[in-house]
């Protein structure tokens, strides 16, 4: 036993050495398994965009399930191909409007791909809709710590004013193996339209 501890005693950097060897490369085993992971995992941009003009038709011709002004391109940043089935957009937790088949009439989005997926007006009113009933302006205390730090000569220019950011909202997509794939859009336009019908009695009435 005593030799036993005096031969580890006498060779105990390099079995410290060989220790942190083998830690060493199994670390960097997982790390590369996670890059790679990280890597190869879908992903996708969300862009909205009007409708191109010879698949929408006038206003009062349109029933619930014609064309609507709404179309969101769904770009593929990622290096792997992409199979969506559905989307949804979320704001504050709050589901604004589901979106389905959409690949009903693509293919994959292949990876620097992308295809343009049109909601119907049901969809595009419900999208406005929901929108403004679960709408909250940002608290005033939020604003005015914002505002004060965007009069600081540093961080000022790196500061978005929160009027840029209201028509934020998260989109989740769901590929037909079930996987989600996490995103966000700038719906500016519903947040416009918004504050005029706020602003606007009449229109508010209507």
Not at 13 to 42: D, H, K, M, Q
Not at 158 to 181: H, L, S, T
Request: one cysteine or more.
């Amino acid at each position: 036993m005593e030799q036993l501890v005096n031969a580890i005693s006498d060779n105990f950097s390099a079995i410290l050495s060989g220790f942190f060897g083998i830690v060493g490369v199994f670390l960097g085993w997982f790390l590369n398994l996670l890059t790679t992971s990280r890597r190869n995992r879908p992903q996708l941009s969300f862009v909205a965009e009007s409708t191109p003009n010879d698949e929408v038709i006038d206003s009062e011709l349109r029933t619930k399930t014609s064309a609507s002004e709404w179309s969101i391109r769904i770009i593929n940043t990622g290096r792997t191909a992409c199979f969506i089935e559905s989307f949804e957009i979320v704001r504050k937790g709050h589901t604004l409007v589901d979106c389905y088949c959409v690949c009903s009439n693509h293919d994959a989005i292949l990876p620097n791909g992308n295809i343009l997926y049109t909601l119907m007006e049901q969809d595009a009113d419900a999208l406005q809709y929901n929108f403004s009933l679960y709408y909250r302006m940002p608290s005033k205390v939020y604003l005015f710590i914002v505002h004060a730090f965007q009069r600081t000569p540093i961080l000022g220019r790196r500061i978005i004013d929160p009027e840029f950011k209201q028509g934020e909202c998260e989109v989740i997509a769901y590929g037909i193996d079930g996987r989600k794939i996490y995103s966000r859009i700038d719906l500016s336009l519903l947040y416009i339209r918004h504050r005029l019908i706020e602003d606007t009695p009449s229109l508010k009435q209507d």
